[in-house]
């Protein structure tokens, strides 16, 4: 698999990397319902036997449980991925969450992650939602201090706007940005990507196949019985108007991966890596079935008549 210079960084990456929020579970504000560890232990060392060199988790997935299941996939596998986590969603004891960008509570964090995922160095340690607005500043200092103490290889920020970034970049540069970007959720184009590009800032893309919905094994049906503690369920986006509206864009995925031998999701997944500023896109497997689904959509590459075809479906259904 072809890899990527991500960013200012030394880090060549791989087109797509596991995404291991999924495998949290469902004991969180944003979980996506039970998940069995061993499924997810599977789906990892799949993802890496495959090629895949990177994995990004966040300590806030499954309250640590999802570095947890990493640090236990990484034990059993002869693979040796980079490690992307993230920092500045924190919970008390009765797991409700908070926010902090304070320099105490971020060195707080990289302990516990370092701990959790039992490594000695983060590869790429990130700010996972630039909140509170008026610490980031705060926050991004500690994360350069971190990086100069050997804690942290490279450091990132993730969902932040231009102006954030910016912000960032007058205390020390930014290795990348982890943005929402794909077919339902474009927005990025807009100022963000063209900004990270002339910054020569990386750009590793979350939800591409907007969690779950663009892979092709989302029905109404289905969605009407994810379980409650499913965020999904009280999506706008998986429900209606929005929903049927979104189903027919599969429908039009389906029918260009069909001429390919490609799913859906590959072709959802390829359209967020054709845009120049994109570096990789984060692409979650709860099973190792799942990550085959997936996997092709590094080398696919999608044509001219092809985007033509998404773009008129998506002006006559904004």
Request: charged share 20%; aromatic share 6%.
């Amino acid at each position: 698999m072809q890899t990527k210079q991500l960013g200012n960084s030394d880090l060549q990456i791989t087109p797509i990397g596991y995404g291991a929020w999924a495998i949290g579970g469902g004991n969180w504000q944003f979980g996506w319902g039970s998940q069995d560890d061993q499924d997810s232990i599977a789906a990892i060392q799949r993802a890496l036997d495959l090629g895949i060199n990177w994995i990004d988790t966040a300590v806030v997935y499954g309250l640590g449980h999802s570095e947890e299941v990493v640090a236990r996939a990484l034990k059993q596998s002869q693979h040796h991925p980079y490690i992307f986590t993230k920092c500045s969603l924190i919970w008390d004891e009765q797991g409700q969450l908070g926010r902090s960008l304070k320099a105490e509570s971020i060195r707080r964090e990289v302990e516990a992650s370092l701990r959790r995922l039992q490594i000695e160095v983060i590869d790429l340690y990130q700010i996972h939602w630039p909140n509170p607005d008026p610490e980031i500043e705060e926050g991004w200092e500690t994360l350069a201090k971190l990086k100069q103490e050997g804690k942290v290889r490279d450091i990132g920020v993730s969902n932040f706007n231009v102006e954030q970034m910016q912000r960032a970049q007058a205390i020390a540069p930014i290795t990348s940005l982890q943005p929402p970007y794909s077919l339902i959720k474009p927005e990025v184009e807009q100022e963000i990507l063209p900004f990270c590009q002339q910054q020569n800032i990386g750009v590793i893309v979350y939800s591409p196949m907007q969690s779950g919905l663009l892979t092709g094994a989302m029905t109404k049906e289905r969605i009407a019985n994810l379980p409650d503690n499913d965020w999904r369920k009280t999506s706008t986006e998986f429900q209606e108007p929005r929903l049927s509206r979104n189903l027919n864009l599969v429908e039009l995925l389906r029918q260009i991966g069909q001429r390919h031998g490609r799913s859906p999701a590959e072709v959802a997944i390829a359209w967020t890596l054709r845009h120049p500023a994109v570096t990789a896109a984060i692409v979650g497997g709860r099973n190792a079935k799942q990550v085959d689904g997936i996997i092709g959509a590094a080398e696919f590459r999608l044509r001219e008549a092809e985007l033509d075809e998404i773009n008129t479906f998506l002006h006559q259904n904004p």
